[in-house]
Each structure stands twice: as C-alpha cells, then as structure tokens.
C-alpha cells in the first residue's frame, strides 16, 4: 500500500519532465519506474537522487556494473527494501548475473547476516589487526 499518489501528468512540471528525459537517454529506454515516479513528489529530492544515482552507479568506475547491482542487492536485502530488491535484481540479471551468481549472492547475504547478529549479541571486540588506525595489517 502506497502512502503516496503520483500525478496524473508529472511531465507538465519542468523539472521533473527534464529528470525523466535524461532517465530515458541515459538508459536508452523510454521506461519511468515507479521509483523515480514516486520521487516527484518533490522535484529537487527526484533531482538530487537522479544525479547521486549516476554518479556513484552510473559512472564507470573500478567496480564493474554486475558487481555495483549485487551489492545493491544485497543492502536491499539488509534494509528489507522489496522494492529495490525486486528492481535491482532484475538490472543485475539484465547485466549477465547466472543464476548461480545469484544463488551464491543469496548465501552470502544470509550468511553474513547471521554473523554478523551473532557478533553483535556477543559483542565481539574488534580485533587490533582490523584496526587501520592501529598498526596491524593481518589479512582474513
């Protein structure tokens, strides 16, 4: 259940039609998902994620395109975000992640979730080796 009704015709503000253009061409579809939909009901907040998405997804960088959606994946995951699983899921399989890939992906999630409640009810100390402000430098 939604808390929120996009408009009818959300184009007819200026701002936001010029968000969605640039949607279209930067994804070379003519496409608008229910996120960026949703996002309009304020301009600049459409505005601000748009231009954060395309800097810290979009743009090549040393962590390919398949590997960015997992992660995504899997902090929606974390965050109990259907929405974002849901469509991130569906970009990652559209950018060559197997089934295997997401099988595995899937484990990983959990299993780090486990751990990490368990670390967290055991209140394990940090090791100083993981410390970067310490000295230490053990790997694993």
Not at 69 to 81: K, L, Q
Not at 117 to 128: C, F, M, R
């Amino acid at each position: 259940m939604t808390t929120y009704a996009p408009a009818e015709d959300p184009e007819s503000d200026p701002r936001i039609k010029a968000v969605f253009d640039d949607i279209r061409a930067t994804r070379g579809t003519d496409f608008i998902n229910n996120m960026w939909r949703w996002l309009a009901v304020d301009p600049a907040l459409l505005e601000r994620t748009w231009t954060e998405v395309k800097e810290v997804v979009g743009k090549p960088s040393a962590i390919d395109p398949l590997t960015k959606e997992m992660i995504y994946i899997a902090v929606s995951v974390a965050n109990n975000c259907s929405y974002c699983i849901h469509s991130h899921t569906a970009a990652a399989r559209a950018k060559g992640m197997t089934e295997e890939q997401y099988g595995e992906l899937l484990a990983i999630v959990g299993l780090a979730g486990k751990t990490n409640q368990l670390a967290t009810a055991l209140q394990v100390p940090i090791d100083d080796v993981f410390d970067m402000g310490g000295q230490g430098t053990a790997a694993g």
